[in-house]
C-alpha cells in the first residue's frame, strides 16, 4: 500500500500534476442532495461541492463503499459511505452516529458544528464545518434543482402506480409518493451504506401541509426500501383539494423544506388551474422591554397571491422557536408556480401629525415583493393613520387604519421583581380605550398563561393553574419568569383594495416586555 501510494504520487509529481491537487470544499458546499440547502442530517444523502474531488466521475450500488475511484470522506471522524465522486461533486450518506443520543427541547433546535474532510490520492482537504441537526429534510424535484416539481408517484385506490405530471395528475382521493432524504433516522436504522430491506418508519413524523395551509397526516413517512439514504412520503389527496398545476407540498417545522409542486385534477388527466386569489395583511408594532430597556416600532405588508388562494386559517402550519447553532445556515427556499407577493409600490404612511414616511417594496425570497420597516420612535401611537401606494402597480392601495392608545403599566415588574408562584396575578395600568384589549402571559419553565380584558377595565388577573389534588402553582420547580402585555384591537379590522380578492387584515399592537423575573412562595 505505501508503495502504491509513493508510486500515485510520483506519477501526479511527474506526469499530470493538474489532476493531483489536493481536493479543496467550497464555502457552503456541503449540502441536502435533494434540496441544496443546509444543514444536513444523520442518515441523510449530501453533496460536497468543490475542486479536485476525484480523479474521474464513477458511481457506486449499494452497499456504498468508504471509498471510490481513491476518494473518501470522513464527517466527524466517521467514514461516510460514498454513491458517486466526480472532481466538482461527491455525494455520500452522513453517518446515523452523529444522530446517536441527540435529543431537542420543545421549541428549540440544536445545531452541532461538525468537521468534514474529502481525501484523495493527492491528500486531504482542508476541514471544513458543516451543521447537523436531527432533521433538515429536502424533496426531490423532477429536474433536479430542488425546486419546481416534485418527484412524485400517483398511486390509485386500486393500487395503479405513475408518475405525477401536468399531463398524469393525481385525483382527489389518490395517493402520493414523495422522495426526499434528511427527515432522520430510522427505529430499524441500517448499517452506513446499506439499503433498507422492508420499511422502516422515521422515529420522528415529519409535519407535512399541502396548498400552502392544509396539514396532512401521512400514511407512511420512513426510508424507501432498496436505496441508501432515499426517505419516502406517502399521503392521501384530501377530498375538497384543488386542482391545479403546481399545488404545493412541503414539512413544517423549525426547519421546513422548500415546498414543491405536484398535479392534481378531478378525474385525473391533465391539469387546470383555478383563477388567481389574493388577500393582505398590514401591521403596525411597537415593542418596550425592561432588562435591557429597549424600544422599537416597526410597519410591516405582504399581499400573496396565487391560485384559488385564500388567508390562512389561523391554525398555522409553520412553527416558530429558537435555533441555537454554531455555524452558519443556507436554507433554501424555492419559488412556486402562479404565486407571488403583490406590489402596492412604495407606500407612504401619513401620522396623525408630522412628516410621512415611505416604505420601499423589498424583494421576496421566492417570488414579488413584501414590506418591512423600522419606524422612527414615537412615530405610533393614538390616532388615524392613512396609507397610500404609488399609482401603475398591481393594486391600488388607500386605506387608513385607527391605533388605540397605550397603556402605562402601574404594577411594579423591575427585573428581580418576585412573582407569587401560588396567588393570582393582577396587573393594573391606566390609559387605554373601549376599541382596544389588553392581554397578559405569564411565562415560566413550565408554560405560559394567559388572560385579557378590555383596555377599560385598568386590571386584568393571570390565575395559576391547579391540579386535581387542589394545588394551584405557576410552576412547581424553580424558574425565572417573564411577562409579556399586549395592547391590541379588541375586535378585527379589515378593509377592500381593489386588486386584492379578499379583506386585508389591519392590526396594531403595543407589546410590554418584562424580564428576569423570580417565583417565589
Known amino acids: 500500500m505505501k508503495f502504491a501510494k509513493f508510486f500515485t504520487l510520483a506519477f501526479c509529481l511527474l506526469s499530470m500534476p493538474a489532476f493531483c491537487q489536493v481536493p479543496q470544499i467550497f464555502a457552503n458546499g456541503v449540502v441536502n442532495a435533494a434540496s441544496f440547502g443546509s444543514p444536513v442530517a444523520p442518515g441523510s444523502i449530501v453533496s460536497i461541492f468543490g475542486s479536485n474531488l476525484a480523479s474521474g466521475a464513477g458511481s457506486a450500488t449499494a452497499p456504498f463503499p468508504p471509498s471510490l475511484r481513491g476518494t473518501s470522506v470522513s464527517i466527524g471522524g466517521y467514514p461516510a459511505p460514498v454513491l458517486f465522486v466526480s472532481p466538482g461533486q461527491v455525494n455520500v450518506q452522513v453517518p446515523a452516529a452523529l444522530g446517536a443520543g441527540s435529543t431537542l427541547t420543545p421549541g428549540t433546535l440544536s445545531i452541532n458544528g461538525i468537521f468534514l474532510v474529502v481525501t484523495t490520492a493527492a491528500g486531504t482537504s482542508p476541514a471544513v464545518t458543516i451543521g447537523v441537526t436531527n432533521a433538515y429534510p429536502g424533496f426531490f424535484s423532477i429536474d433536479g434543482s430542488g425546486c419546481g416539481s416534485a418527484a412524485a408517484l400517483n398511486i390509485t385506490p386500486d393500487g395503479v402506480v405513475s408518475i405525477n405530471s401536468p399531463s398524469n395528475s393525481a385525483a382527489p382521493g389518490d395517493y402520493i409518493a414523495l422522495f426526499g432524504t434528511g427527515f432522520g433516522l430510522a427505529f430499524a436504522q441500517p448499517p452506513d451504506g446499506a439499503a433498507p430491506p422492508d420499511a422502516a418508519p422515521l422515529i420522528s413524523q415529519p409535519g407535512l401541509f399541502l396548498n400552502m395551509d392544509t396539514p396532512l397526516k401521512p400514511t407512511y413517512a420512513g426510508l424507501a426500501p432498496s436505496f441508501p439514504g432515499l426517505d419516502q412520503i406517502n399521503f392521501q389527496l384530501p377530498a375538497g383539494i384543488r386542482n391545479g398545476c403546481a399545488v404545493p407540498v412541503g414539512t413544517s417545522g423549525l426547519l421546513n423544506s422548500p415546498p414543491l409542486t405536484i398535479s392534481v385534477q378531478a378525474g385525473r388527466g391533465q391539469c387546470a388551474d383555478p383563477p388567481t386569489q389574493s388577500y393582505g395583511s398590514i401591521s403596525f408594532y411597537r415593542s418596550a422591554s425592561e432588562s435591557p430597556v429597549q424600544e422599537s416600532e416597526f410597519f410591516s405588508a405582504t399581499f400573496p397571491a396565487g391560485p384559488a388562494l385564500t388567508p390562512p386559517s389561523g391554525t398555522g402550519v409553520p412553527q416558530v422557536g429558537a435555533i441555537l ?54 412615530f405610533l401611537g393614538a390616532g388615524t393613520y392613512t396609507l397610500s401606494g404609488t399609482p401603475g402597480n398591481q393594486f391600488t392601495l388607500n386605506t387608513a387604519l385607527q391605533l388605540g392608545s397605550p ?78 402585555i399586549t395592547v391590541s384591537p379588541a375586535s378585527a379590522i379589515t378593509a377592500t383594495l381593489p386588486g386584492i380578492t379578499f379583506p386585508v387584515q389591519m392590526n396594531w399592537q403595543y407589546s410590554y416586555q418584562f424580564n428576569a423575573l423570580t417565583l417565589t412562595n
Open 325 to 378: 447553532t454554531p455555524v452558519p445556515l443556507n436554507l433554501r427556499s424555492c419559488p412556486v408556480a402562479g404565486y407571488s407577493d403583490l406590489s402596492a409600490g412604495p407606500i407612504t404612511v401619513q401620522p396623525p401629525s408630522g412628516s410621512p414616511v415611505t416604505v420601499p417594496p423589498q424583494s421576496a425570497a421566492t417570488d414579488g415583493a413584501f414590506y418591512s420597516m423600522q419606524l422612527p420612535t414615537g
Open 407 to 484: 397603556i402605562t403599566v402601574q404594577t411594579s415588574l423591575a427585573s428581580g421583581t418576585a412573582i407569587s408562584t401560588s396567588q393570582p396575578l393582577t396587573i393594573q395600568w391606566t390609559g387605554g380605550d373601549a376599541s382596544s384589549k389588553v392581554s397578559v402571559a405569564l411565562s415560566t419553565v413550565q408554560g405560559t398563561y394567559t388572560s385579557s380584558a378590555s383596555a377599560t377595565a385598568g386590571s386584568v388577573t393571570v390565575q395559576p393553574p391547579c391540579s386535581a389534588a387542589g394545588v394551584c402553582s405557576f410552576s412547581t420547580i424553580p424558574s425565572s419568569v417573564n411577562i409579556g
